[in-house]
């Protein structure tokens, strides 16, 4: 179990996200992270440990970017260290999940046997890569969705972003999609 946040607006994230995260810290606290988004870039902030120590992180800074993504972890696959915590980014994507995939080993290994270069031990980084992997053939993030989904075994929440829609925040729950943009 873990919280996550996805933030679409007009103010810097920043204060928002690691609020929400406070209010969701109840359903984990082992690691956190948030990714913020604008038109040029994506920064990613992880910590191992509890929302404050994230937070001691960011002291002093302020985003432009009006996109972001938070998770408190509660880990199920792997670790609970910084390498492991959620945003995830993989190529373009920026991904934060909640929940299990039950066909971790499969895709793992289908994915290291197409050459994709794996750097923590969640089972929620291969969601992301098999994002990117779409996007590599040109789909949209939306487009994505009905090709990622159907791989997918097991309970999951997660809201996923792409530098190449930089507008544009997706929310999907196992049988549902939301989106934002
Ligand atoms: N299974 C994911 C992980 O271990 C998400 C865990 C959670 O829901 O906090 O990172």
């Known amino acids: 179990m873990c919280g996550i946040i996805g933030y679409n607006g007009s103010n810097d994230p920043k204060e928002i996200l690691i609020d929400g995260l406070k209010r969701l810290e109840y359903r984990g606290y082992d690691s956190a992270g948030i990714a913020i988004q604008d038109s040029h870039k994506v920064d990613v902030f992880r910590s191992k440990g509890r929302i404050q120590s994230l937070e001691n992180k960011l002291v002093g800074k302020h985003f432009k970017g009006s996109l972001g993504i938070g998770h408190t972890?509660?880990?199920?696959?792997?670790?609970?260290?910084?390498?492991?915590?959620?945003?995830?980014?993989?190529?373009?994507?920026?991904?934060?999940?909640?929940?299990?995939?039950e066909n971790y080993l499969e895709l793992r290994e289908d994915l290291k046997s197409k050459k994709r270069v794996i750097t923590s031990d969640t089972d929620s980084e291969l969601i992301a890569h098999l994002f990117d992997i779409e996007l590599h053939k040109g789909l949209s993030l939306v487009q994505a969705?009905?090709?990622?989904?159907?791989?997918?075994?097991?309970?999951?929440?997660?809201?996923?972003?792409?530098?190449?829609?930089?507008?544009?925040?997706?929310?999907v729950r196992k049988g549902l999609l939301y989106w934002s943009g």
């Open 73 to 101: 972890r509660w880990a199920t696959h792997g670790a609970p260290n910084e390498i492991n915590a959620h945003p995830h980014r993989v190529g373009s994507i920026t991904l934060v999940h909640n929940g299990i995939i």
């Open 145 to 171: 969705v009905g090709k990622v989904i159907p791989q997918l075994t097991g309970s999951y929440a997660f809201v996923v972003m792409s530098d190449r829609e930089p507008e544009l925040l997706l929310g």
